[in-house]
Antibody
Framework: EVQLVESGGGLVQPGRSLRLSCEASGFIFDDYAMHWVRQVPGKGLEWVSHISWNGGGIGYADSVKGRFTISRDNAKNSLSLQMNSLRVEDTALYYC??????????????WGQGTMVTVSS | QSALTQPPSASGSPGQSVTISCTGTSSDVGGYKYVSWYQQHPGKAPKLMIYEVSKWPSGVPDRFSGSKSGNTASLTVSGLQAEDEADYYCSSYAGSNSVVFGGGTKVTVL
């Protein structure tokens, strides 16, 4: 079964850091681009970051550029998101999503269940 | 990276059709074939319904169809069923390793 499981969310104070992880199973992880997408409860989806199958292509939303860093460990079938200088407006449910096979713009066909990040003092 | 524009709501009676628009620019929707549509039920993760403008992932009924003209993409749900009541989001590749979503449309089955 193709599956993505996020972890690492929690309550953190503004200005602090948090690292999210996503464990993948059921597919050849290093063939596929991966993404992070977030959603404020009750609001819409916001794309956060992308990393290509081999890590050679990376992109960020303007809202997180310079603060968040995406990475992947293909040997461990895992995706990470290092979030620094967190702001209240970063509070959201963070989803890990599987992109296309060696395709940057392809759709997200598998999503995890999300991990909640709450930034509050 | 401006969000794509979707109507906030749409509705139809069972058996009818509803069409949702998704308007972007030549830098996203109009410039690439990578337009996708996602369905999200309350408390659930999004589900891919349409990819590359008009293609169906395995298991998605052909009642869902997609199209694009210029900078506007559309999702049509034909033969509306109660289980189609959900939020729908469009997305597009926007170049330079970036993706943009629409604001979402709540579809109500009357």
């Amino acid at each position: 079964e193709v599956q993505l499981v996020e972890s690492g969310g929690g309550l953190v104070q503004p200005g602090r850091s948090l690292r999210l992880s996503c464990e993948a199973s059921g597919f050849i992880f290093d063939d596929y681009a991966m993404h992070w997408v977030r959603q404020v409860p009750g609001k819409g989806l916001e794309w956060v970051s992308h990393i290509s199958w081999n890590g050679g292509g990376i992109g960020y939303a303007d809202s997180v550029k310079g603060r968040f860093t995406i990475s992947r460990d293909n040997a461990k079938n895992s995706l990470s998101l290092q979030m620094n200088s967190l702001r209240v407006e970063d509070t959201a449910l963070y989803y890990c999503a599987k992109g296309g096979r060696k395709c940057t713009g392809c759709a997200f066909d598998i999503w995890g269940q999300g991990t909640m990040v709450t930034v509050s003092s | 990276q401006s969000a794509l524009t979707q109507p906030p709501s749409a509705s139809g009676s069972p058996g009818q059709s509803v069409t949702i628009s998704c308007t972007g620019t030549s830098s996203d929707v109009g410039g690439y074939k990578y337009v996708s549509w996602y369905q999200q039920h309350p408390g659930k993760a999004p589900k891919l319904m349409i990819y590359e403008v008009s293609k169906w992932p395995s298991g998605v009924p052909d009642r869902f169809s997609g199209s694009k003209s210029g900078n506007t993409a559309s999702l049509t749900v034909s033969g509306l069923q109660a289980e189609d009541e959900a939020d729908y989001y469009c997305s597009s590749y926007a170049g330079s390793n970036s993706v943009v979503f629409g604001g979402g449309t709540k579809v109500t089955v009357l």
